[in-house]
């Protein structure tokens, strides 16, 4: 119908959406297909809705296969292209799926602070279902970081929103809030939070295709530590079934595992050590397969005729930085002087960004260490600039930040917030002691009258002066 309609841009919405669905269903290679194809024609006709639901569709697709590097990278560029037209349920959506990722790569305070953008969005909209997706992210988040206080408050919100809403809590979320139980020692609590999965009756509440399998190893855990020894076999018996039935290979192998431990709780030491065996040898099976299936994946996503190589999603890969999945300079080398084109009648900031005494961190910790710094500042000058702003590697350490329509003042304002931004962040649980900061240096065009060289020449002067003058400071044209 859209078709007929000329409606290329619902065409490409209801595409995502066949897509999200056989990304439920297990279909990662087609849904991976459809995200890619309809990237490419966002990014094609400047369509920043559909680029926004098509990063996050990407940033699920990475997800499913393993690479959480590019999964966040997808997340973040999401978020980028979320603008104000954007209606508040996708926006939640979309922040949602950025906290979860910034959660997944151990950027907690991050994570919380955009948990908690979601969460405000959605109780606004009096959306009981989304809220409750998002309070599970909150409180799996928190039981994971061993915070029993914040995952009993967060599981107390979940009931209390499902009742002012009338939802039933779905199995994904029983399941945290009986892990919650477990986190005070109150098995039996755990336990009886299952008990509406066992009813017939409990489809509906099974919201991913391994729920059931998912919530049995939980309550076999519960049984076990309650000294139930034979209702936790019963449980687990029927947990393995079920992974036979439903061909789930990580889940056999997480049960195995189970059975280990109640062995050993019931003083079967010999069967333990067997099983621990098995669980071990399944696991290097299933990482294996897992290495397998996702080049096998990737490969089907991405295999075409040669005409592939020359669509935008190509062209894209070929304008990133493959360490921080920011621009690279060829990017900028063809963006800037449209900027500058289009700055005819405007401004245009552009600041270089060098980090001080970045060889002592190479020398002293090592370069993975330095490329650690990198990715992370990537993050921080992303979170920390404007949306209209583009962020790109030139090499080594030096990044610019291309900022249209700011003017000299607004553009060292947007230059000061990255400088602060980055001097504190904690950067301890990578380098230690070490202290990271930036230099900065800005310079403004007016009406365009500037080339591309001559810019980024005059952004590496006010540069070196802001070395030269200390680090860790901003410096701007003179006046």
């Not at 980028?80 to 950027?107: C, F, K, Q, W, Y």
């Not at 005070?184 to 008990?195: C, D, F, K, W």
């Not at 500058?340 to 009648?345: C, W």
Request: net charge negative; proline share 2%; with cysteine.
């Amino acid at each position: 119908m859209a078709q007929r309609l000329g409606r290329r841009d619902l065409y490409l919405r209801a595409l995502l959406h066949r897509g999200n669905v056989l990304s439920r269903e297990g279909d990662t290679v087609e849904a991976g297909r459809i995200a890619h194809r309809v990237y490419a024609e966002a990014a094609e006709f400047g369509d920043s809705y559909l680029l926004a639901r098509s990063h996050h569709s990407l940033s699920v697709f990475f997800y499913q296969v393993g690479d959480l590097a590019n999964s966040l990278a997808h997340a973040v560029q999401c978020m980028t292209s979320t603008n104000t037209d954007t209606p508040p349920s996708i926006r939640a959506r979309h922040i949602m799926a950025l906290a979860v990722m910034l959660d997944e790569t151990g950027a907690t305070e991050e994570a919380a602070q955009r948990f908690d953008e979601a969460l405000t969005i959605t109780t606004a909209l009096g959306d009981g279902l989304m809220t409750l997706r998002v309070l599970n992210n909150m409180t799996y988040g928190a039981y994971e970081q061993g915070d029993r206080e914040l995952a009993e408050t967060l599981a107390d919100r979940i009931r209390e929103t499902a009742r002012s809403h009338g939802l039933p809590v779905q199995a994904t979320s029983l399941d945290t809030m009986a892990r919650v139980w477990m986190m005070s020692g109150r098995y039996a609590q755990a336990e009886n939070e299952l008990a509406p999965l066992w009813d017939e009756a409990s489809a509906h509440l099974l919201d991913v295709g391994y729920a059931m399998v998912e919530a049995l190893i939980t309550a076999a855990e519960a049984q076990r530590e309650q000294g139930a020894f034979d209702r936790a076999q019963r449980t687990l018996d029927r947990a393995v079934q079920l992974c036979a039935d439903r061909d789930l290979p990580g889940f056999r192998a997480q049960t195995r595992e189970a059975q280990a431990l109640l062995y050993a709780a019931a003083g079967r030491y010999r069967e333990a050590f067997e099983e621990h065996r098995r669980f071990h040898s399944d696991t290097q099976a299933l990482q294996s397969a897992q290495r397998e299936a996702r080049a096998q994946t990737l490969h089907a996503v991405y295999e075409a005729d040669e005409a592939r190589r020359s669509s935008d999603t190509f062209r894209e890969m070929a304008y990133r930085d493959a360490l921080t999945r920011l621009h690279n300079r060829r990017y900028v080398d063809e963006l800037l002087p449209r900027l500058l084109a289009a700055a005819g009648q405007g401004v245009l900031s552009v600041a270089l960004l060098d980090l001080d005494r970045f060889k002592r961190i190479n020398d002293t910790l090592s370069h993975h260490v330095g490329d650690l710094v990198l990715q992370q500042l990537a993050l921080i000058l992303l979170r920390n600039t404007p949306a209209a702003a583009t962020v790109a590697r030139l090499g080594g350490e030096e990044f610019v930040i291309l900022l249209p329509d700011l003017d000299a003042t607004a553009g060292q304002q947007a230059a000061e917030t990255v400088r602060q931004a980055v001097a504190e962040h904690d950067w301890t649980p990578i380098t230690g002691g070490l202290p990271v900061t930036a230099s900065i240096g800005v310079t403004t065009i007016v009406d365009g009258d500037a080339t591309a060289a001559a810019s980024l020449a005059a952004a590496d002067r006010n540069l070196y002066a802001a070395k030269h003058r200390g680090r860790n400071q901003v410096c701007t044209d003179p006046t």
